[in-house]
C-alpha cells in the first residue's frame, strides 16, 4: 500500500511542482464555481434558453480554435512560468469586472458574452502553455505521473467547486460566487512567483521562431500521434459538452434547483477524479489500442446518462461517464504528448488544445440547437454516440494499416521497419 501510495505521489517530491499544484487546486475550484454561477446566470436572465447557453460556450471556447496555435508558438519562444502569471492576472481581472456588474445589478446577457470570449481569449494562451509546462517542472520519466496528478487535482476541484457554488448561489446569488473567483486566480500567481526557475528541466535554447506551421508537419508525419489527435478531435466537439448539457438536463429534464445541479456536476466530477488517481500508476507511454477501448467505454457511458429515468440514476451514470472521460482525455495525452519532440511540445499541445477545446464552440452551437429542438437528452445522446462512431472509424484504420505492413519471415528475428504503432518509448 505505501508503494503504491509514493508511486501515486512520486512528482509532489519535487518543490516546483507541489507549488504549481497547489495553486491550481485553489484557483480551478473557483473556476468551476464560476462555471456553475456563469450558466445559472445566463439561464436565469434568458428564461432556460438552450441557444443562449450554447453561445456563451461557443464564445468562451472561439479564442482558442482562433489563436491557440499562436500561443503554442509563444509557450515555444518565452518563459512559460512568466507567461502564465500574467495570464492569471488578467483573468482575475475579468473575473472581478463581471462580479462588479452583478453586485450592481447592471449585468445583461451581451455582458456576460464579452466576458466569456474575453477569458477564452486568455485561456486560449493559458491552456497550451499550462500543459507544456508540466514537462518543465518534474522532466520527461514523471510526466505521466505528473499529468495525471494535474487532473487529480483539477477533478477534485470540480467536486468542491460546483458543490459549493450551488450552495452559495441559493444562498447569496452568483456575485459572491465570482467574487470568489477573481480571488482564487491570486494563488497560482503567487505559487508561480514562489518556484525555483534554476529548478525547472529546460531542454536547451528556445527556437527564435516557433512557427505553427512547423509544428502541424511534425504532428502529420507522425500517424501514431494523428491518429489519437483525430479522436481528441471528435470527442472534445460533441462527447466534452458538459458545461452545456448537465444544466439543461439538471433544469428541464429532472426540474432541479442550484443545488442539484451542483451536486450532477459533482458528480461527474468524482468519477472523473476516481480515474485521475487510477491513471497516476501508469509508467511510459499508452499504447493507440488503449486509447480507442477509452474512447468506446466514454462513448457508451455517456449515451447512458442520456438515457436515465430518475436524478439518482443520471448522478450514477454521470458518476461513470466522468471516470470514463479522463481514462480517454489521459490516455490521449500521454500518448501524444509523449511522442512528440520536445522543441515542438508547446505547438503540438497547442494543436491538441485546439482540436479538444478549440472546437467547442460548432460543438457547443450544434448539441444546444438540437437540445432546443429535441429536448436536453439529446445533448448526451448525440455526444454519446458520435464518441463511439469515431472510435470505431479509429479503430479499422489502426487494424487496416497494421495489417498492411508486411510481418517479418519466421525464420529471421529482425523486425520488419515501422511495424509498431504501439510503440511505448519516447522519441
Not at 441559493?170 to 460566487?177: F, H
Not at 494563488?187 to 512557427?211: D, F, I, K, N, Y
Request: hydrophobic share 55%.
Amino acid at each position: 500500500m505505501k508503494h503504491v501510495l509514493a508511486s501515486t505521489c512520486q512528482s509532489l517530491t519535487v518543490r516546483n511542482f507541489r507549488l504549481f499544484a497547489a495553486g491550481q487546486l485553489m484557483s480551478v475550484a473557483g473556476t468551476w464555481m464560476m462555471v456553475v454561477a456563469q450558466d445559472w446566470l445566463v439561464l436565469s436572465l434568458t428564461g432556460d434558453s438552450g441557444t443562449a447557453l450554447g453561445v456563451v460556450t461557443a464564445l468562451q471556447f472561439a479564442p482558442l480554435l482562433l489563436l491557440t496555435l499562436y500561443a503554442g508558438g509563444l509557450a515555444d519562444r518565452h518563459d512559460k512560468r512568466r507567461l502564465l502569471m500574467a495570464v492569471n492576472v488578467v483573468s482575475g481581472v475579468l473575473a472581478l469586472l463581471l462580479a462588479l456588474m452583478v453586485l450592481g445589478g447592471w449585468v445583461e446577457l451581451w455582458h456576460v458574452y464579452l466576458f466569456a470570449l474575453g477569458l477564452g481569449t486568455v485561456n486560449a494562451v493559458e491552456v497550451p502553455t499550462r500543459m507544456a509546462f508540466v514537462s518543465e517542472l518534474v522532466g520527461a520519466d514523471l510526466l505521466p505521473n505528473a499529468s495525471a496528478l494535474s487532473a487529480a487535482y483539477f477533478n477534485c476541484a470540480r467536486v468542491v467547486g460546483p458543490a459549493l457554488a450551488g450552495l452559495l448561489i441559493s444562498g447569496s446569488g452568483t456575485a459572491v460566487v465570482m467574487v470568489l473567483n477573481a480571488a482564487s486566480y491570486l494563488a497560482t500567481v503567487v505559487a508561480l512567483r514562489m518556484m525555483r526557475p534554476g529548478e525547472l528541466h529546460r531542454s536547451g535554447r528556445r527556437p527564435e521562431r516557433a512557427r505553427a506551421i512547423d509544428g502541424i508537419r511534425h504532428l502529420m508525419s507522425r500517424r501514431e500521434l494523428l491518429l489519437p489527435m483525430v479522436l481528441v478531435a471528435v470527442i472534445g466537439m460533441l462527447g466534452f459538452n458538459f458545461q452545456l448539457t448537465l444544466p439543461l438536463l439538471a433544469k428541464t429534464v429532472f426540474h432541479a434547483d442550484a443545488a442539484e445541479f451542483g451536486l450532477l456536476t459533482t458528480a461527474l466530477a468524482a468519477g472523473s477524479l476516481v480515474a485521475a488517481f487510477v491513471t497516476t500508476l501508469r509508467r511510459g507511454r499508452p499504447p493507440l489500442s488503449l486509447v480507442i477501448a477509452a474512447a468506446l467505454g466514454f462513448g457508451t457511458l455517456e449515451a447512458l446518462a442520456g438515457l436515465a429515468p430518475t436524478y439518482a440514476v443520471a448522478a450514477v451514470l454521470l458518476f461513470c461517464t466522468g471516470f470514463g472521460s479522463v481514462c480517454f482525455a489521459q490516455a490521449a495525452n500521454h500518448r501524444i504528448q509523449l511522442g512528440t519532440d520536445p522543441a515542438y511540445r508547446g505547438r503540438i499541445m497547442a494543436l491538441y488544445t485546439l482540436v479538444f477545446q478549440g472546437t467547442t464552440p460548432f460543438g457547443a452551437l450544434l448539441i444546444g440547437g438540437l437540445s432546443e429542438m429535441l429536448g436536453a437528452r439529446s445533448g448526451l445522446l448525440v455526444g454519446g454516440t458520435a464518441s463511439v462512431v469515431a472510435a470505431l472509424v479509429v479503430l479499422a484504420v489502426h487494424l487496416s494499416t497494421t495489417k498492411a505492413v508486411p510481418f517479418p519471415s519466421r525464420r529471421t528475428a529482425r523486425p520488419a521497419p515501422n511495424t509498431d504503432l504501439d510503440d511505448t518509448s519516447v522519441p
